[in-house]
Antibody, heavy 119, light 107 residues
Framework: EVHLQQSGAELVRPGTSVKLSCKVSGDTITACYMHFVKQRPGQGLEWIGRIDPEDDSTKFAEKFKNKATLTADTSSNTAYLRLSSLTSEDTATYFC????????????WGQGASVTVSS | DIQMTQSPSSMSVSLGDTVTITCRAS??????VNWFQQKPGKSPRRVIY???NLADGVPSRFSGSRSGSDYSLTISSLESEDVADYHC?????????FGSGTKLEIK
């Protein structure tokens, strides 16, 4: 069974960046795509993008193309989401989730990482 | 981008009720729709995949259906543990898109 362990809560200043991690256990990270999803307080889910750790190819929602960067380290079985030029609009919980084929899209989720942007 | 229009945004329900939540896709997404349950402070949990398939460990009172561009999640004989937020997702094409969510509350 795949388990995703995300990094802890972050309190960051406006204008700075933050890098969140998502460590995969129970399988090799190259066996699946890794997606990241944003949820603002009291709001719905928003797809940010995904990375294929096999070749580092990425897909993003348009609004995140200049905000988010996805990377993966196969040696540590970890995916990363970097958010830049942070504003209060980036205050949210960010989830990582796996995708290993049509029957397995978003079947495993990390516990979420809270990011608070405040001066 | 494909829009997933989810309704209702909230429902006041009683235990034992049958509940139906619907997402309408703005264009054809085939069978590539998942449903997720999310409890407060928790990660989403997949309950239905490929529109009609029950995910592992999910009670059989949950079911998914499709009629044209309308996708529905039905919970029969609602139990207290089912009170949560529910979200649909289309993954037919990028960018993946979620519905706006449905909050179930007890009357």
């Amino acid at each position: 069974e795949v388990h995703l362990q995300q990094s802890g809560a972050e309190l960051v200043r406006p204008g700075t960046s933050v890098k969140l991690s998502c460590k995969v256990s129970g399988d090799t990270i190259t066996a699946c795509y890794m997606h990241f999803v944003k949820q603002r307080p009291g709001q719905g889910l928003e797809w940010i993008g995904r990375i294929d750790p096999e070749d580092d190819s990425t897909k993003f929602a348009e609004k995140f193309k200049n905000k988010a960067t996805l990377t993966a380290d196969t040696s540590s079985n970890t995916a990363y989401l970097r958010l830049s030029s942070l504003t209060s609009e980036d205050t949210a919980t960010y989830f990582c989730t796996t995708d290993s084929g049509d029957d397995y899209v978003m079947d495993a989720w990390g516990q979420g990482a809270s990011v608070t942007v405040s001066s | 981008d494909i829009q997933m229009t989810q309704s209702p945004s909230s429902m006041s329900v009683s235990l034992g009720d049958t509940v139906t939540i619907t997402c309408r896709a703005s264009q054809d997404v085939g069978i590539f729709v998942n449903w997720f349950q999310q409890k407060p402070g928790k990660s989403p949990r997949r309950v239905i995949y490929r529109a009609t398939n029950l995910a592992d460990g999910v009670p059989s009172r949950f079911s998914g259906s499709r009629s044209g561009s309308d996708y529905s999640l039905t919970i029969s004989s609602l139990e207290s543990e089912d009170v949560a937020d529910y979200h649909c997702l289309q993954y037919d094409e990028y960018p993946f898109t979620f519905g706006s969510g449905t909050k179930l509350e007890i009357k």
